[in-house]
């Protein structure tokens, strides 16, 4: 029998509500970041590029992540070491978020009429080795988001939000040997 209290209906709409919080402002960071690149690298070709869809993309990529982790898709390491778990989970969320960026691409250049190539080219350029290479990135920037999210899993919010944000000096160690 467990003394823990279950969890009321509005503390599970605002953990999750927190959650996604949490999953928007990491996207929204990171492809604030990328639009921000890309402009300057397009920039000194005379291009101009708008960076207005980061906040979109984001919303609609934590949504994609958030709904994906209601279901516990790629749970399967959650008794092995936590760098199984990270790295298995940032390549499941990665191949599933490029696959959802591909389907989007898709979809837009279906109602827009545009070729394959046309309605793909957002994505990595539009060719299998742009695609994949944006997979990788999203891999390689899911790494951290998860290996946060699997610590706290493991050493309890509390305990990390301690660890990360308390100076070193009063933070006490214990030796009970």
């Known amino acids: 029998m467990s ?5 009321t209906r509005k503390d599970k709409a605002l953990s999750g ?24 690298i397009l920039a000194e070709s005379g291009i101009h590029y708008r960076q207005g869809f980061a906040v979109v993309n984001a919303l609609v990529l ?12 790629g749970e399967r390491y959650e008794r092995e070491p936590l760098v199984y ?9 990665s191949a599933l978020l490029a696959a959802f960026e591909i389907i ?5 250049g279906y109602f827009r009429s545009e070729t394959l190539s046309e309605s793909l080219s957002d994505v990595g350029g539009g060719v299998p080795f742009g695609i994949v290479t944006t997979t990788l990135l999203l891999f390689f920037a899911l790494l951290p988001f998860f290996g946060f ?21 009063r933070l006490t160690v214990t030796d009970e040997g």
Request: aromatic content about 12%; charged content about 20%; overall charge positive.
């Open 3 to 7: 003394d823990a209290v279950p969890l």
């Open 104 to 108: 989007e691409g898709l979809v837009i």
């Open 85 to 93: 778990a990270m790295a298995f989970k940032a390549a499941v969320y």
């Open 149 to 169: 999210r699997e610590l706290c899993a493991v050493v309890g919010e509390p305990e990390l939000h301690r660890l990360l944000f308390v100076k070193r000096g």
């Open 17 to 40: 509500l927190k959650r996604f919080a949490t999953i928007f402002l990491y996207f929204w960071g990171l492809l604030a970041v990328s639009a921000l690149h890309k402009s300057l």
């Open 62 to 73: 934590a949504k994609i992540l958030f709904v994906a982790e209601e279901l516990k898709i």
